[in-house]
């Protein structure tokens, strides 16, 4: 199998072309990164073009041209146009700038377009992608992919990171996968996705209570909590060579955060006999205690530059969120609104913190700005919605709810909008954790 | 010829008649002892009569006496079995979001305690566990406190520390998987197991 990815990349590799130059972006914002919800793009995805009558052609054509549009509208910033309403057939047509009338898309509202085309000999695909703006009937990213078949869902997520890159600037989500806990297999273990759902794996076998995954930020490293040997210990793994380090103090081991960039992690301990948190080596050895107040003090969250904390405390009497700035020292609290806030989650972008709320016995997800500003109430009356966690851009949060019934894991935008399900398994889901945007490049 | 013949016959003839004369003589001794001690041997038949009688008693003065042994130890047994499943079986509950000992869980600390200390030697783990609402970190963190707290309790109560050991399995092990304010009094408790 190593062989065989070595290959894959290699073809990929070699073979992207790129067919025009990127524009310019400074001139035209294509979608306005502090509003970016606010209106979708209305785009459209036609059938690829193939390039023989071949039937698995037309399958790939068909299975391709849907997931380029699913993968796009997961982001919420586009609204993909329906293929009953299109005037102009590229199959017939073209795929190419000089042969399409841009104004058989404009017509129908459609501001930007993209097109494909790809031909199929036994094993390769060959796929080439454009991206269009049709008023300007512009070609914006146009890229050529030729590898196995089976890596066809890796080309079109290589060719969405690229489409929104030339949009915002930014690499998107596409390669970022997503941790969360299923009781399915009988006990609670640690399961990870891609970040649309796709293929849940089991990662954790350890037949006893598994908890709260954490990633490391360069997305090589998973800590977790665990009672495999009787007590809550973390366990920090290798995801790729299965190695890996324990945390096994007297009393508790749990809510594992790595800090950003580093072999490093915060963690809460209880052997000193009062809930503390500590930051420790990615090996386990503790290196300084982080907070000092007595009564629990739970849950850290980094913000991006490794430089401060918000954690879970109970000082003042309550459950509410601090942040701390590790290197002054000064703890100040956030939240003032509500009995009981925790579960922090330090948005990638620095400026906002999502976390949990429960007023009048229901848990509901609120965004709050670092500086005091909001909170922000993103669920409402569906349910218990908790452990909100962003996505790595910091556009989306993945979140738990039982507002369906059992719990399952839900993505919306860092709005609240697009509230959706991200998928269903057998058993409850709950802990979501996105990992940053660098897993399998 | 005819000497030996009539030698071996006489032979034949002498022999078992000795035999027989010997026998009989014997006998006759035997016989006539029996006869003349007989009222002796009523009066000690008579004594081992009473004296296996006697004995008959004593063995069954013992066994019942056993018996009740066994019987009184076996009450004593399921008093200490009851007691030792009263102490398991018996939890001690908290309010929400607190791990604060009520007046009622120091009452049945306090029983604890004596237990603990008349049955010394052995470990107990002490399990804090909470309600489902509230995060599942939040939780651990709770549970690890409400049981620091009874363990704090008891040895005030001088139970030594080392034979308490503290688990916290936050909302993860409910007693009663229902979601309503009954269930989740149930849930909120610390729960002993004797090692």
């Not at chain 2, 004594?47 to 066994?63: F, G």
Request: net charge positive; charged share 25%.
């Amino acid at each position: 199998m190593a062989v065989r990815r070595s290959n894959i990349l290699f073809l990929i590799i070699i073979t992207v072309l790129s067919i025009n130059p990127v524009l310019c972006l400074a001139q035209y914002d294509y979608i306005d990164i502090n509003n970016p919800f606010l209106k979708k793009i209305p785009i459209a995805v036609p059938l690829f073009k193939t390039f023989s009558n071949k039937e698995v052609e037309k399958k790939i054509s068909k299975n391709a041209s849907r997931l380029i549009s699913e993968t796009l509208t997961f982001t919420g910033y586009f609204k993909s146009l329906d293929r009953d309403a299109f005037l102009e057939d590229p199959q017939k047509t073209g795929i190419v700038a000089n042969r399409i009338k841009f104004k058989n898309w404009t017509d129908i509202g459609a501001e930007l377009l993209i097109t494909g085309g790809l031909s199929v000999k036994e094993d390769i695909i060959e796929m080439e992608l454009r991206l269009f703006d049709t008023f300007k009937g512009r070609l914006l990213v146009g890229k050529r992919y030729k590898g196995w078949i089976t890596d066809q869902r890796k080309m079109i997520r290589r060719f969405c990171s690229e489409v929104i890159h030339s949009l915002t600037g930014k690499w998107g989500i596409f390669n970022s996968k997503i941790a969360f806990v299923s009781t399915g297999s009988g006990n609670k273990e640690i399961y990870i996705s891609d970040f649309d759902g796709y293929l849940p794996k089991q990662f954790t076998h350890n037949k006893a209570i598994t908890l709260s995954p954490a990633w490391s930020s360069d997305g090589k490293w998973i800590a977790y909590t665990s009672y495999a040997r009787g007590n809550p210990d973390i366990y920090i793994k290798n995801l790729q060579e299965k190695r890996g380090f324990v945390i096994s103090k007297k009393g508790l081991n749990i809510a594992p955060a790595w800090v950003p960039g580093k072999f490093e992690l915060a963690a809460t301990l209880s052997f000193s006999n009062d809930q503390e948190i500590y930051l420790l080596t990615g090996t386990g050895k503790i290196i300084k205690k982080l907070t000092n107040a007595r009564g629990i003090d739970v849950s850290p969250s980094w913000s991006p530059d490794g430089k401060k904390i918000a954690f879970v405390s109970k000082r003042s009497g309550t459950p509410q969120i601090y942040i701390k700035d590790i290197g002054s020292g000064q703890v100040d609290r956030l939240t003032f609104r509500g009995r009981h806030n925790s579960t922090p989650s330090w948005s990638p972008a620095g400026d906002r913190i999502a976390y949990t709320g429960i007023e009048h016995g229901q848990s509901n997800i609120y965004v709050i700005g670092v500086d005091g500003s909001g909170p922000l109430q993103l669920t409402h009356d569906k349910g218990d919605n908790e452990s909100p966690s962003w996505s790595p851009d910091g556009s989306l949060i993945v979140f738990a709810s039982t507002r369906e019934g059992p719990s399952r894991i839900y993505i919306m935008t860092g709005l609240g909008t697009d509230q959706r399900r991200l998928l269903t398994l057998k058993g409850e889901q709950t802990n979501p954790k996105w990992s940053s945007g660098v897993i399998n490049p | 010829m005819r000497k030996k013949f009539w030698i071996s016959l006489a032979l034949l003839l002498v022999i078992p008649g000795l035999l027989f004369t010997v026998s009989c003589s014997k006998k006759k001794i035997k016989s006539q002892p029996s006869v003349t001690s007989s009222v002796e041997d009523e009066a000690a038949k008579e004594a081992a009569e009473k004296a296996k009688q006697e004995e008959l008693e004593r063995q069954r003065a013992l066994k019942e006496e056993r018996l009740k042994a066994e019987e009184e130890e076996a009450r004593q047994q399921e008093k200490i079995a009851t007691a030792k499943s009263r102490f398991e079986n018996e939890d001690v509950y908290f309010d929400f979001d607190s791990s604060a000992l009520l007046p009622m869980a120091q009452a049945v600390l306090e029983k604890k305690a004596a237990w603990l200390r008349g049955n010394s030697g052995g470990s107990v783990v002490i399990e804090g566990h909470c309600d489902e609402r509230g995060t599942s970190e939040y939780n651990l963190a709770l549970g690890d406190r409400r049981a620091k707290s009874v363990k704090a309790f008891l040895v005030d109560l001088g139970v030594s520390a080392s034979r308490l050991i503290t688990l916290s399995y936050g909302e993860e092990r409910p007693s009663d998987p229902g979601h309503n304010g009954e269930a989740w009094a149930k849930n909120r408790r610390a729960h002993f197991i004797i090692e």
